[in-house]
């Protein structure tokens, strides 16, 4: 067998692992379309799994990496694992970071500013990487098949700074300043022993990556409080109209004096097989204990990342549909005619379950009523009679389709996508989006009505500045397909079945692990994001599809993000991505085929104050990991309940912790 191996790759190139401040886990997807149970019995998952532990605790999503190997025509030979024949060992080897308090400040894609650092008064002058005060990095870990105990990887931050000063206009705990103009001085405590992961194995050697608790916490006294100043200044967007750095510089997703336990970084393996033969994903390995160079196409990656809340939902875009935008050449369907139950069903699909955590799409606002995608609203294409037309390829179909078809938004720039209206990427400062090419006019009523990377139109009104992209558009290949569809250039097909991974043909399986891993993701807007940045549609940070480049340093890419995550997540509650992120969540009477509506963040928090509708980012902290899961109603055999074709979610496993209120005296 050895003489047949010619290299071996880890699946999925880029892996995803979930928070949850339980202590259980479970597996992510691992085959496109199956969403996996969250083991346990006598809950909502699709094998009777339960998303809680017996505490009520949210579990967390890990994700499994498996080894291949290739012949020199890169044909795939078969996994490796500890029960190969050949197989004596397989030694992981794991190193991630979180960057984000030492990265450059999210301002926005299109107004980054590679001057702006967070936490701009320590280890000023460097590079994001040199910042070491401010970097988590538990330094390199390895985990060898067989064993038992689990690694974990810590690490501290905000180390050897004694005091420092911060902008008055930021909200302090339990302090008010005196002049708000004027700096206050803040003595800053090493965060310590932070945990950002697991390593596991399993049975079989395969790598497990469990994310971490999903902690966060200020290390300034008095400590900044999880807030956006800008909505408390005045005009709109703080001092100057937006031109003070307080503004994105201290922001919400810029917090000073903040960390928390995301991470990203890279992902390597040794196979020692019986005859002595060493093979790695690494170059320069001799033995299973040299540590080589990072060779980026065998090799993977891991991000960590907030949890998802509807997990039988997808978002219309996703980062896999991002990584084919950038790599057209991987693209499995790029020579094949246009199938309308492949291409086109999915995107109707996903935006119909919309109607179910979505104010707007449920057609619960002023503006949508009567025109959204609920299941009595025009916008339900998954209404059988309607469904029927829309598979027709017929001519007389056709002025339908086309309709449909119109109402789809295209991104800017010359050839339909995001990244061409982006350039060039970061560090760089931007200036591409002032071009006369990306300048017009935003149309609410396209589809997607969904905010984009460019920031959502208030935003932009409140900054004195039109960006590009300020809605959701689909991307090439999608509207590529949806045109096809209109001219009835397609074939009907049959509703796809989805296949378990142990169904699947063994040269089919890599591409499922590395397709399945990132279809239950965010594909913008990215402002910044939820699991990933807008740095993933640019093709040059990749070795190739699904494969992070070389020259990437562990955690630099995650470090773009929110920081800390929860401030993002609680600021993305309208119009954002509710597939994981719920803005509005529903019961649901079969009797009567009628439901009722709540807001999805509702209750109380840690003091027993409401779960305020205005302001909820310091709230979000504690309530993250008790609210509810948004996921199918089920009858009594098990099949889901469906409202005029379309699958009726309703809220389950919310923590009852959220439904008490204050006792203190009023």
Not at 26 to 34: L, R, S
Not at 182 to 210: C, H, M, N, P, S
Not at 638 to 650: A, C, E, R
Request: aromatic share 10%.
């Amino acid at each position: 067998m050895s003489e047949q191996i010619k290299r071996i790759r880890i699946h999925p190139g880029i892996g995803l692992a979930r928070l949850g401040n339980s202590d259980e886990f479970f597996i992510g997807p691992e085959a496109p379309g199956v969403v996996v149970d969250p083991g346990g019995s006598g809950g909502p998952g699709p094998n009777g799994g339960t998303y809680r532990d017996g505490q009520a605790r949210l579990k967390r999503q890990a994700q499994r990496y498996r080894v291949y190997a290739y012949d020199a025509n890169d044909k795939v030979i078969g996994e490796l694992t500890s029960d190969s024949d050949a197989v004596k060992s397989l030694r992981w080897r794991v190193h991630v970071r979180n960057m984000k308090s030492a990265n450059y400040a999210f301002q926005g894609a299109y107004l980054f500013d590679p001057d702006k650092l967070r936490n701009p008064s320590i280890q000023p002058g460097k590079k994001p990487i040199e910042r070491d005060q401010l970097i988590i990095d538990p330094g390199v870990h390895t985990i060898a098949s067989g064993q038992k105990d689990p690694v974990v990887m810590k690490g501290d931050v905000f180390t050897g700074i004694e005091k420092g000063t911060l902008p008055g206009e930021l909200r302090f705990e339990g302090f008010t300043p005196k002049d708000p103009s004027k700096e206050v001085e803040v003595t800053y405590t090493a965060a310590k022993d932070i945990e950002l992961g697991q390593l596991r194995v399993d049975d079989q050697g395969r790598l497990i990556f469990v994310a971490a608790p999903g902690k966060g916490e200020s290390v300034t006294t008095p400590k900044v409080i999880m807030s956006n100043p800008s909505e408390t200044m005045s005009p709109p967007n703080g001092p100057d109209n937006g031109q003070n750095p307080l503004t994105n510089q201290f922001a919400y997703f810029n917090i000073p004096g903040w960390w928390d336990d995301t991470c990203g970084g890279e992902i390597d393996v040794t196979v020692t097989l019986n005859d002595g033969t060493v093979l790695s994903t690494r170059d320069n390995v001799k033995s299973e204990m040299d540590d080589g160079t990072r060779n980026p196409t065998n090799g993977a990656w891991v991000v960590t990342a907030p949890p998802k809340y509807s997990p039988y939902m997808y978002h219309v875009v996703s980062i896999r549909d991002r990584v084919y935008e950038a790599f057209p050449e991987s693209y499995p369907y790029a020579n094949q005619k246009t199938n309308f139950y492949r291409d086109v069903y999915p995107i109707f699909a996903n935006a119909v379950n919309y109607g179910w955590v979505s104010a707007e799409a449920a057609g619960l606002t002023s503006e949508t009523k009567g025109r959204a995608h609920g299941p009595n609203q025009p916008g339900n294409l998954l209404n059988a009679d309607y469904l029927k037309l829309l598979s027709d390829p017929s001519e007389q179909m056709k002025p339908i389709r086309q309709r449909i078809y119109s109402l789809m938004r295209h991104a800017p720039g010359k050839n339909g996508k995001l990244v061409d209206s982006l350039m060039p990427p970061p560090p760089q400062r931007p200036t591409s989006w002032k071009n006369e090419e990306f300048q017009r006019e935003e149309d609410a009523s396209k589809m997607p009505k969904l905010w984009g990377t460019g920031g959502k139109p208030l935003q932009n009104e409140q900054l004195g500045i039109d960006l590009p992209d300020q809605f959701l558009s689909l991307t090439d290949w999608q509207l590529k397909h949806m045109q096809n569809w209109a001219d009835g250039n397609f074939d009907v097909g049959t509703p796809i079945e989805p296949k378990p991974f142990d169904q699947l043909p063994l040269n089919e399986q890599p591409h499922a692990l590395d397709s399945s891993a990132l279809e239950p993701t965010i594909g913008g807007g990215f402002h910044p994001g939820i699991e990933f940045p807008y740095l993933i549609i640019y093709r040059e940070y990749f070795a190739e599809a699904f494969r992070v480049g070389k020259d990437v340093e562990a955690g630099s890419l995650a470090a773009y993000m929110s920081s800390p995550w929860q401030g993002d997540f609680w600021s993305c509650n309208e119009a954002w991505w509710p597939t994981q992120r719920p803005e509005v969540v529903f019961e649901y009477d079969p009797a009567t085929q009628t439901r009722t509506h709540k807001e999805w963040f509702r209750g109380y928090d840690a003091e027993g104050e409401p779960l305020s509708s205005t302001d909820g980012y310091q709230q979000m902290d504690y309530a993250w990991p008790r609210l509810g899961m948004v996921l199918p109603m089920k009858n009594s055999d098990g099949s889901f309940v469906k409202d005029k074709g379309s699958i009726v979610f309703t809220e389950q496993e919310r923590d009852p912790a959220l439904n008490k209120p204050s006792t203190k005296a009023s």
